[in-house]
């Protein structure tokens, strides 16, 4: 059996006015879920990105590679 090639993506989560969690993931343009609790987020998030994946191998397209970085930046306010 081949192994699997492991990829690594960055993964924004934000928390909604209305409850719950928003999360996104750059490197794969309209990945993104919602769910009621951090650790629900998590897993639907993963569940996403595998779904992506899947479709990216079933066109016989590359997997974007993670470009992303996060940083802080200080503004005068």
Do not use: N, W
Request: glycine residues 4%; charged residues 30%.
């Amino acid at each position: 059996m081949a192994r699997k090639k492991e990829h690594s993506f960055t993964v924004v989560i934000e928390p909604c006015d209305e409850g719950g969690y928003f999360a996104m993931c750059p490197a794969l343009p309209g990945c993104h879920v919602q769910a009621e609790t951090y650790e629900e987020t998590l897993k639907e998030m993963k569940s996403a990105i595998d779904a992506f994946i899947e479709d990216y191998k079933a066109e016989k397209e590359p997997v974007p590679d993670d470009h992303v970085t996060v940083t802080t930046l200080k503004v005068a306010i």
